[in-house]
T-cell receptor, first 113, second 109 residues
Framework: DAGVIQSPRHEVTEMGQEVTLRCKPI?????LFWYRQTMMRGLELLIY????????DSGMPEDRFSAKMPNASFSTLKIQPSEPRDSAVYFC???????????FGNGTRLTVT | KNEVEQSPQNLTAQEGEFITINCSYS?????LHWLQQHPGGGIVSLFM???GKKKHGRLIATINIQEKHSSLHITASHPRDSAVYIC???????????FGTGTRLKVLA
């Protein structure tokens, strides 16, 4: 099992640019979560999906953030336009049939200059 | 007050020492999780507990549901144990994790 795969591992972009982060969950997992980790706030849940449907997006900081899951094997988190305060590590995690624990990817380190 | 509190925030130990990291929580939970994060690395789930005690190699995790408290112990610590250890709880009835702020452990050779 390849685990949760995130890409890219590192992203450096300029303020105002669009950023797209990608995630491939473990095959067969029906829950997918996006988290953000910063020094100040630790890990925060942004949004989660069940069977490709967004269930709770209350953690999405503002309209500049959007997430999609077009099929069971792929999800994107998009930031448009990006700002320096979006700099963080973004983690994707998945679980099967609602069973814990979650399986985390290696994260994408985003730097917005 | 955070719903999940960890202590200490930072810990430096000498190789071979016995290490304890504590976690207290204030919400009803379905399970408590201990996670490990190496610098620049991903997050690995070490334990999921709903009662009692679990052991994996040199790592032991305990939970006291009545006291809403858990501990993670590392026996015979080694420099490769250096990482951030994060306590998280899954609140009853949800799949959301509530995270502690983490304990940064450094084990010196």
């Amino acid at each position: 099992d390849a685990g949760v795969i995130q890409s890219p591992r590192h992203e450096v972009t300029e303020m105002g640019q669009e950023v797209t982060l990608r995630c491939k969950p473990i095959s067969g997992h029906d829950y997918l979560f996006w988290y953000r980790q910063t020094m100040m706030r630790g890990l925060e849940l942004l949004i989660y999906f069940n069977n490709n449907v967004p269930i709770d997006d209350s953690g999405m900081p503002e309209d500049r953030f959007s997430a999609k899951m077009p099929n069971a094997s792929f999800s994107t988190l998009k930031i448009q336009p990006s700002e320096p305060r979006d700099s963080a590590v973004y983690f994707c995690a998945s679980s099967g049939q609602g069973k814990l624990p979650l399986h985390f990817g290696n994260g994408t380190r985003l730097t917005v200059t | 007050k955070n719903e999940v509190e960890q202590s200490p925030q930072n810990l430096t130990a000498q190789e071979g020492e016995f290490i304890t990291i504590n976690c207290s929580y204030s919400v009803g939970i379905s399970a408590l999780h201990w996670l490990q994060q190496h610098p620049g690395g991903g997050i690995v789930s070490l334990f999921m507990l709903s009662s009692g005690k679990k052991k994996h190699g040199r790592l032991i995790a305990t939970i006291n549901i009545q006291e809403k408290h858990s501990s993670l112990h590392i026996t015979a610590s080694h420099p490769r144990d250096s990482a951030v250890y994060i306590c998280a709880v899954s609140a009853r009835g949800t799949y959301k994790y509530i995270f502690g702020t983490g304990t940064r452990l450094k084990v010196l050779a």
